[in-house]
């Protein structure tokens, strides 16, 4: 079984920060890439951003220059760092891990519950 938990969402003014973490428990053999993704109401689910294990990352344009993605391969922890939020940020954040739980297994997308993030303006 592997779970992924989100954490630190939460009500923000715009221009303000949050920090998003996701922690992956469970039988884990190996975590490929790692990333955020997020969904408004009424819109389709898009990625923000997504790092590998070797450490490179990518972002949507939208939000280049103001959230920042990084992972903790020791705790299997992924992170997201945002800042200058403004109101079109406001969703749910959903982090995934591709990872395998056995050595000589597939790798699977896990996804976690998701975290409400809400950016007043």
């Known amino acids: 079984q592997v779970s992924l938990v989100e954490s630190g969402g939460g009500l923000v003014q715009a221009g303000g920060s949050l920090r998003l973490s996701c922690a992956v428990s469970?039988?884990?053999?190996?975590?490929?890439?790692m990333g955020w993704y997020r969904q408004a109401p009424g819109k389709q689910r898009e990625l923000v951003a997504t790092v590998t294990s070797g450490g490179s990352t990518s972002y949507a344009d939208s939000v280049k220059g103001r959230f920042t993605i990084s992972r903790d391969n020791a705790k299997n922890t992924v992170f997201l760092q945002m800042s200058s939020l403004l109101p079109e940020d406001t969703a749910v954040y959903y982090c995934?891990?591709?990872?395998?739980?056995?050595?000589?297994?597939?790798?699977?997308?896990?996804w976690g519950q998701g975290t409400q993030v809400t950016v007043s303006s």
């Open positions: 469970g039988t884990i053999f190996s975590i490929n890439a």
């Open positions: 995934n891990a591709d990872l395998r739980t056995v050595v000589a297994g597939l790798t699977n997308r896990y």
